[in-house]
């Protein structure tokens, strides 16, 4: 990447992601603070190693990232269905753990990014010579092939929330790629009619509880309904500044679960108030428009694939998060990107970043010239 390049470069997305990890980290420090630091300590570090990924993957030019999708692609499946195999942590088959539980990795994390590639990759040979192709319901299926393996992989695991974010990038990555309005509807059709029978016949007990949890907490408040209550009363009782680190009663007294990571927002809230937990919230979407405005400026349809699927992943990930600790959305154990302790989601993330970096770098125009 050259000096010209360089000026191009979205650098607000960056400036922004190293912002809410400090935020994080600060949150992190009074959520972890009764259990020694452990995980401020380890998040610390993986702030570091994934600031570095995402410098090293910004010099990397994002049309090789394409080319080589296809075998980051079979990793990726490799990966997770390999993790299949390991032994349940809180239910779930998603994660090596290596050593006494000294490293853990969970490569349906790591897996988005290789996914996105190859679905730009497989959309773009298909438009090749014609954009509408895309429109042609045999090329649609391979597409739809494209994702559908990976999702189900990821279900079976399971993980829900992993899942949907997938679609999700998937959906904006079609959508980008003008996707006829016919399939759009189509689309919405079937997921109206799929949703109660999914409910009824094909989600395990966990995930209808997690709903009925959702729609009715009050009618459980010591069980199921716990944590979402107990996030709701975080949030309120930080008011508009926040009742201090290390002074949050639903934070330091162990009521909200699990702290350090789904409900961090709700420690912000609580500790940081509102005026922080809104910070959050405004640079995250400074993040994802600034992405937007990456896969709109780009020179070629691939990179543009690319940065729209990114963008996607970054707003199911605010939406979500933030949506379950205030009782807006069911709870599905999806981190808040850059603040939720985890070294896969803080790796990939910034990994993310380093190939929406390069893809700014090679706009029609830069943040400094437009």
């Not at 049309?63 to 080589?68: D, M, N, T, V």
């Not at 290789?114 to 040979?125: G, M, S």
């Not at 997938?166 to 959508?175: K, N, P, R, S």
């Not at 199921?224 to 926040?242: D, F, P, V």
Request: hydrophobic residues 55%; glycine residues 8%; aromatic residues 10%.
């Amino acid at each position: 990447m050259n000096v010209r390049n360089l000026r191009k470069v979205e650098w607000w997305i960056p400036i922004c992601a190293i912002i809410l990890c400090g935020i994080g980290l600060i949150a992190l420090f009074s959520a972890s603070y009764d259990s020694g630091l452990d995980e401020f300590k380890k998040q610390a570090i993986w702030m570091g190693v994934s600031i570095g990924i995402m410098i090293a993957t910004m010099l990397i030019d994002y049309k090789i990232l394409i080319k080589l999708s296809p075998i980051l692609y079979g990793i990726a499946i490799i990966s997770i269905i390999a993790v299949l195999f390991t032994k349940p942590i809180s239910g779930a088959r998603s994660w090596f753990v290596i050593g006494n539980d000294l490293f853990s990795f969970q490569p349906a994390e790591m897996a988005k990014v290789f996914v996105i590639l190859f679905l730009a990759y497989v959309i773009f040979t298909i438009q090749k010579n014609n954009r509408n192709e895309i429109n042609k319901f045999p090329k649609l299926l391979i597409i739809l092939a494209t994702i559908a393996v990976p999702v189900l992989l990821i279900i079976i695991e399971p993980d829900y929330g992993t899942a949907t974010a997938y679609i999700v990038a998937f959906l904006v990555m079609i959508f980008v790629a003008g996707i006829d309005k016919k399939y759009i509807i189509t689309a919405f059709a079937v997921i109206i009619i799929a949703v109660p029978l999914i409910y009824n016949f094909v989600l395990p007990q966990h995930a209808k509880s997690r709903i009925d949890t959702f729609l009715h907490p009050e009618s459980d408040p010591k069980g199921a309904g716990y944590n979402i209550l107990q996030s709701k009363l975080a949030i309120g009782a930080g008011e508009i500044t926040g009742m201090g680190v290390l002074n949050g009663n639903q934070t330091q007294l162990g009521y909200l679960y699990p702290k350090t990571t789904d409900f961090i927002f709700s420690v912000i809230g609580e500790e940081m108030g509102f005026v922080v937990a809104c910070s959050v919230i405004i640079l995250n979407v400074v993040i994802i428009t600034k992405a937007i405005q990456v896969a709109k400026g780009v020179k070629d349809d691939a990179g543009a694939y690319v940065a729209a699927g990114i963008a996607g992943v970054f707003l199911f990930h605010t939406l979500e998060n933030i949506g379950m600790t205030m009782g807006l959305l069911p709870i599905t154990g999806v981190p808040l990107l850059f603040v939720s302790y985890g070294g896969s989601s803080m790796m990939t993330s910034f990994l993310c970043l380093g190939v929406l970096l390069n893809i700014s770098s090679q706009r029609k125009n830069g943040m400094f010239n437009k």
